[in-house]
């Protein structure tokens, strides 16, 4: 029994799977650029959002009936 031979595996590769690349320069700017185009839409959005905001308090500001006796201290902003 101990001098009886193995039967020898045979292994058939038809294709070997392509490589993977690696991590490329061209990947990590277009991480950044998508990065800086959503941090740009925040700006723009906050900005605009600043403006109605402050567009509304002037608004209700100047219909408010102009009293010479208040309480607080207007910044004229």
Same mark, same amino acid.
């Given at each position: 029994?101990?001098?009886?031979?193995?039967?020898?595996?045979?292994?058939?590769?038809?294709?070997?799977?392509? *490589?993977?690349?690696?991590?490329?320069?061209?990947?990590? =700017?277009?991480?950044?650029?998508? *990065?800086?185009?959503?941090?740009?839409? *925040?700006?723009?959005?906050?900005? /605009?959002?600043?403006? /109605?905001?402050?567009?509304? +308090? +002037?608004? +209700?500001d100047g219909s408010a009936a102009a009293t010479s006796e208040t309480s607080?201290?207007? =910044?004229? /902003?």
């Amino acid at each position: 029994m101990f001098l009886q031979q193995e039967p020898t595996i045979i292994v058939d590769v038809i294709t070997q799977p392509p *490589a993977t690349p690696d991590i490329s320069i061209e990947y990590i =700017l277009t991480m950044f650029a998508t *990065a800086g185009v959503v941090l740009l839409a *925040a700006a723009v959005g906050g900005l /605009i959002a600043g403006a /109605i905001f402050i567009g509304i +308090r +002037r608004l +209700r500001d100047g219909s408010a009936a102009a009293t010479s006796e208040t309480s607080h201290v207007r =910044l004229r /902003i």
